[in-house]
């Protein structure tokens, strides 16, 4: 069975023009990790939503890249059984920030958000540890994000 992948844009933010680009994306690596039947929903915002969204739900009065709400709410209709595994929160505004921190280009960033978040509704966490230039990865779920990653390196959502 397939997933569904619902991509939406804070109001008053113009859509990005690759975002069918990224359900694209969402689809492969939701199956990279063994999603079947799920629906996750993943929102584009800008930093004041996200640390907005920081602040109400883990009590930190700042802006982060990425935000994951897991749920496991289930549901029935005419093309089977679905189960919500959650919504993502991504800011376009923290994206080049991060794309330079790490020397990468917004693409590669962009799917390293969308794979962290997608691995966080998967029940995965990486306690204290986060992604640091130059440093390779020690927690499973890290470890796990750049072996999707490399596995779907050559995919584009951002050109």
């Known amino acids: 069975m ?3 992948i619902y991509t939406s844009v804070q109001e008053g933010i113009k859509e990005p023009e690759w975002i ?3 359900e694209n994306f969402l689809q492969k690596a939701a199956k990279e990790l063994g999603f ?3 629906e996750v929903s993943v929102l584009f915002c800008n930093d004041e939503y ?3 969204l920081n602040r109400e739900y883990r009590n930190i009065d700042a802006p982060t890249d990425v ?3 897991e749920s496991d709410e289930e549901y029935e209709d005419e093309e ?3 189960k919500c595994v959650g919504d993502v929160a991504i800011s376009l505004d923290t994206l080049p920030v991060n794309a330079e921190y790490f020397n990468e280009d917004k693409n590669s960033e962009l799917k390293r958000l969308l794979v962290h978040g997608l691995l966080h509704l998967n029940g995965m ?3 204290e540890e986060h992604i640091e230039k130059g440093k390779e990865p020690q927690s499973q779920m890290l470890i796990l994000q750049e072996k999707i990653l490399q596995k779907l390196e050559d995919e584009i959502i951002i050109k």
């Open 2 to 4: 397939a997933n569904r």
């Open 20 to 22: 069918e680009n990224a």
């Open 36 to 38: 079947d039947g799920e």
């Open 50 to 52: 996200i640390k907005e």
């Open 67 to 69: 935000l994951s709400f």
């Open 80 to 82: 089977g059984q679905w």
């Open 125 to 127: 966490d990486h306690g």
